[in-house]
């Protein structure tokens, strides 16, 4: 009987790999601030591209421009886009703030995301 067992070894399995991207954004364009600009972008592409299993999508960002509506936020809506299109796993933003400052666009922005996680 032993004569007829193969042994499969196992297949290693592949490193899961997810899709990253960042969001960044300032209120204004005074210095201290386009400084943060630059910063945030620095250092989310660089935490991205040195975290082993992560690949840089895009880093989205939004210049001087309020954070209480989303219609004049070109990148925002643009990574919401690419998110329920399937193209986005993860979102890293500084803080809640940076996302929203509208607590009714935060939730809505929220919820359109964890709806279009569960049609892919």
């Given amino acids: 009987m032993a004569g007829n067992v ?3 070894p196992p297949r290693e399995k592949e490193p ?8 960044c954004r300032v209120s204004t364009d ?3 601030q386009a400084l943060s600009y630059a910063s945030q972008i620095r250092n989310y592409t660089d935490l991205i591209n040195d975290h082993e299993g992560w690949v840089l999508v895009d880093v989205y960002a939004d210049e001087a421009v309020s954070g209480t509506k989303t219609d004049k936020r070109e990148d925002f809506n643009r990574m919401l886009s690419d998110c329920r299109k399937g193209k986005i796993d993860k979102v890293l933003v500084k803080s809640l703030s940076r ?3 509208n ?3 935060h939730g809505g922005a929220v919820c359109r995301l964890a709806q279009s996680g569960k049609n892919q």
């Fill in 103 to 105: 607590t009714k666009a």
């Fill in 99 to 101: 996302f929203s400052r």
């Fill in 16 to 23: 899961t790999i997810l899709r990253v991207a960042a969001y």
């Fill in 6 to 8: 193969k042994i499969i």
């Fill in 30 to 32: 005074h210095a201290e």
